[in-house]
């Protein structure tokens, strides 16, 4: 990928207002569709797992696999992406995106089975991909001097408006209307984009793209990240005896173990492993890793918990989670000046332990911790009950005040880390490593929560006859999720007691991986030079 001080402008220069606001406005809706997707899809999941049942998959299994499958293309091409809009063109991938974005969501949004939604998401992640590295590097092309700055500064804020808006009107379409809605939403608003980018949008490439493209590499990524997320929960799900389960495993695995060889021997590959000499680059790239895998995660487990399991309805978990991003919309920019003056390290080690901390409030909640639903009928309110106030909103705000402490800092970190004329593939690759997390930390914590509800429903009903690793008994009793209807009372009741405890073995989890991340930024990052002296000369390792 050109850094932005290799891109062609000429073009952006003799651009009048009106185009350059019409501009803008198909960047950030088009980037914005790709991250509002994921948390609006969470909200869907248990309506998902009660409409579209499956003979293949448990209900949470199917549940991750939705979650997850958008994770594993979209990180896999990420880096690949940037390299295609930069040799053919970003207006033109960055249309090849919308149009592929918008087809994809129709298919979900239509989808007869979990397994073909499944598929879908998978194709949807790649679509996204597309669209992620071009937004902002359609504004560098276009827009010159202060006039950038307040452009970035725009696609930031409506990001940011996205983040705390975008779940709850997206619950409430799932609520009011269906699950389908969560998808279907995307339509008009990428219509609107594709027409913008076509009339409005000027072309741009990089100056130095060479056309030469890592498919291989991308491929390789895919099927380790996919081989062994999939392994995995598939055989914790069904037996890790199952051939299916095993296969994956080893193709998983011995992917993973070429991939960093690969790196070594291909001409053009797609993750420079001279990058990784930065001392910086290399930790703060395995703290991602661990911290962003745990964060996406909790968002994901929090959401089916507070719905299938609490009883709150998908507005109201949209406006309860709120306060889990609203300090990063509020003090990001002033940490990050903070962090540019103090340098990184104590806020990247801080701000993972308090967001462990917040965790750890979240692993005490009761099962009988009252929920709540928001909307027009009788039993709804628009003021939350006290539980939530007591059992939820304590840890959100902890939580949210310590991703706003490590956010910015992070980003720091990560591009004083290598040359500036590296600075676009070390921010593709660090955004990719973000995304790769989520399917296996998620792979991981599904072992946890399964094994723990399966085992206490298990010993909390010692009287009934249940096979607890029967597939038709797994079908209809999911962790964190509503019992089928014709499942006794006693199994019911257990199961409520079983997804509590499976959730707060979740949090625990979640949280000793928000711990790890603190100790490897702790003892890995080295601060930047004084202020006046050289943050990172060309090849230094840091």
């Known amino acids: 990928m050109s850094t932005p001080g290799g891109t062609l402008v000429a073009e952006a220069a003799a651009l009048t207002p009106a185009r350059k606001r019409w501009t803008l406005l198909a960047v950030i809706l088009g980037s914005g569709i790709v991250f509002l997707d994921t948390s609006v899809v969470n909200l869907a999941l248990p309506r998902i797992g009660d409409d579209l049942s499956s003979e293949l998959f448990g209900t949470l299994e199917a549940q991750s696999y939705v979650a997850n499958g958008y994770f594993v293309t979209l990180s896999a091409l ?231 399991t609490l009883g709150y309805n998908e507005q109201a978990a949209g406006i309860a989670l709120v306060p889990s991003s609203l300090f990063l919309v509020l003090f990001s920019s002033r940490i990050g000046k903070l962090a540019a003056r103090f340098g990184p390290r104590l806020f990247m080690s801080l701000g993972p332990a308090i967001m462990a901390l917040g965790l750890l409030w979240l692993a005490r909640i009761p099962a009988d911790s009252q929920g709540w639903m928001l909307g027009g009928d009788r039993s709804a309110s628009i003021v939350p009950p006290a539980d939530y106030v007591t059992d939820l909103l304590p840890g959100l705000v902890v939580f949210g005040i310590g991703l706003s402490v490590m956010v910015a800092p992070l980003t720091t970190a990560l591009m004083t880390s290598v040359p500036a004329r590296n600075s676009g593939v070390a921010s593709a690759i660090n955004n990719a490593i973000s995304r790769v997390g989520s399917p296996l930390v998620n792979a991981v914590i599904f072992v946890a929560v399964a094994a723990s509800f399966y085992t206490t429903i298990g010993q909390q009903v010692p009287g009934v006859e249940i096979d607890t690793g029967s597939r038709a008994f797994r079908n209809a009793v999911a962790p964190l999720n509503q019992p089928s209807v014709d499942v006794s009372p006693e199994v019911r009741a257990a199961a409520e007691q079983a997804s509590t405890d499976a959730f707060h073995l979740a949090m625990l989890v979640a949280a000793g991986l928000l711990m790890a991340g603190a100790a490897v930024n702790g003892f890995g990052i080295r601060n930047p030079a004084a202020a006046g002296q050289p943050v990172a000369s060309e090849g230094q390792s840091r």
């Not at 090849?96 to 949807?124: D, H, M, Y």
């Not at 990001?159 to 279907?184: C, D, E, H, K, Q």
Request: net charge positive; glycine share 12%; hydrophobic share 55%.
């Open 78 to 308: 990420l880096i690949l992406a940037g390299a295609l809009s930069d040799y053919f063109g970003r207006r033109r991938m960055f249309a090849i995106g919308l149009v592929g974005f918008a087809a994809t969501s129709l298919l979900c949004g239509t989808a007869p089975t979990i397994e073909f939604l499944i598929v879908c998401r998978t194709l949807q992640g790649a679509a996204g991909a597309l669209l992620v590295p071009g937004s902002l590097a359609i504004i560098t092309a276009t827009f010159q001097g202060e006039e950038q700055g307040r452009a970035f500064g725009l696609w930031a804020g409506a990001s940011a408006a996205t983040t705390i808006l975008g779940p709850f009107v997206g619950g409430l379409l799932v609520n009011t209307i269906s699950w389908r809605m969560a998808f279907l939403i995307n339509l008009p608003f990428l219509l609107i984009a594709y027409l913008a980018t076509v009339g409005f949008v000027p072309e741009s490439r990089g100056e130095q793209a060479t056309g030469r493209f890592d498919w291989l590499g991308s491929l390789v990524v895919a099927v380790a990240v996919a081989g062994l997320a999939f392994g995995t929960i598939r055989g914790q799900q069904h037996g890790w005896s199952e051939p299916i389960a095993m296969v994956s495993l080893v193709v998983g695995a011995v992917a993973a173990i070429a991939l960093p060889l690969l790196m070594t021997r291909r001409r053009d590959p797609l993750v420079p492993p001279g990058l990784f000499r930065s001392r910086n680059f290399t930790v703060t790239n395995i703290s991602t890793f661990v911290i962003y895998g745990a964060l996406y995660v909790t968002l994901t487990f929090l959401g089916i918990f507070m719905i299938g």
